[in-house]
């Protein structure tokens, strides 16, 4: 079945730092490809989003890279700010499908 | 933001008593999701809605039952509730299948003593 793996975190960084979750998925076809961000005690936002390869979605200086050929999506931001400290999930609904699949989710805490 | 209230947002029961947690939307969407949030599991999808009285089963839907009996709202039932059933419980709604964001509640943290 359809799958995303994205890495543990907690990842740790300093305010200004350059940010990298990396995302791999296993799917059929072409899916469509999320990042969401859950900041503490609220629900899940949609930060980003690709819905073909060599796509790239960005937002709020956030950006990642549909790559069909290491189907991969990975989120990079250059400089990160302590707001950012959340947990970022990873997810992808199939091409005809209906279910949206989560990767485990990666936390991430930006230090002054 | 999305029109999407869960309720209750808070709830503590006792093993082996029904529980009935509540998602209404005014969004008028077609699809409504219930998932549950573990440390360590991400969000696993319980059971989903593609419209009035058609649902159907996700990952983790044993023990859990649902009901959709108007497009606004999508209720989750725990016939008996179990330990293994405390979590954090996210209701979504989305407009089309694919290559369209979900519309999340804030969650309803659900212990069972």
């Known amino acids: 079945g359809d799958s995303v793996t994205q890495m543990e975190g907690p990842v740790t960084l300093s305010e200004e730092a350059f940010l990298t979750i990396n995302c791999t998925y296993t799917?059929?076809?072409?899916?469509?490809l999320f990042w969401y961000v859950q900041y503490p005690g609220e629900g899940l936002q949609l930060l980003l989003k690709?819905?073909?390869?060599?796509d790239k979605g960005s937002n709020k200086g956030f950006e990642a890279t549909y790559r069909k050929e290491t189907t991969s999506f990975h989120l990079e931001k250059g400089s990160v700010q302590v707001s950012d400290s959340a947990v970022y999930f990873c997810?992808?609904?199939?091409?005809?499908?209906?279910?949206?699949?989560f990767g485990g989710g990666t936390r991430l805490m930006v230090k002054p | 933001d999305a029109g999407i209230t869960q309720s209750p947002r808070h709830k503590v029961t006792e093993t082996g008593t029904p529980v009935t947690l509540r998602c209404h939307q005014t969004?008028?969407?077609?699809?409504m999701y219930w998932y549950r949030q573990d440390p360590g599991h991400g969000l696993r999808l319980i059971h989903y809605?593609?419209?009035?009285?058609?649902?159907d089963k996700g990952e983790v839907s044993d023990g859990y039952s649902v009901s959709r009996s108007k497009t606004e709202d999508f209720l989750l039932t725990l016939e008996s509730a179990t330990s293994s059933q405390t979590s954090v419980y996210f209701c979504?709604?989305?407009?089309?299948?694919?290559?369209?964001?979900?519309?999340f509640g804030q969650g309803t943290r659900l212990t069972v003593v």
């Open positions: 979504a709604i989305s407009d089309r299948v694919s290559s369209t964001e979900a519309f």
């Open positions: 799917a059929t076809g072409y899916p469509s």
């Open positions: 690709a819905t073909k390869a060599d």
């Open positions: 997810a992808l609904i199939p091409n005809a499908g209906n279910m949206l699949t």
């Open positions: 969004e008028n969407h077609r699809y």
């Open positions: 809605s593609y419209g009035v009285k058609d649902t």
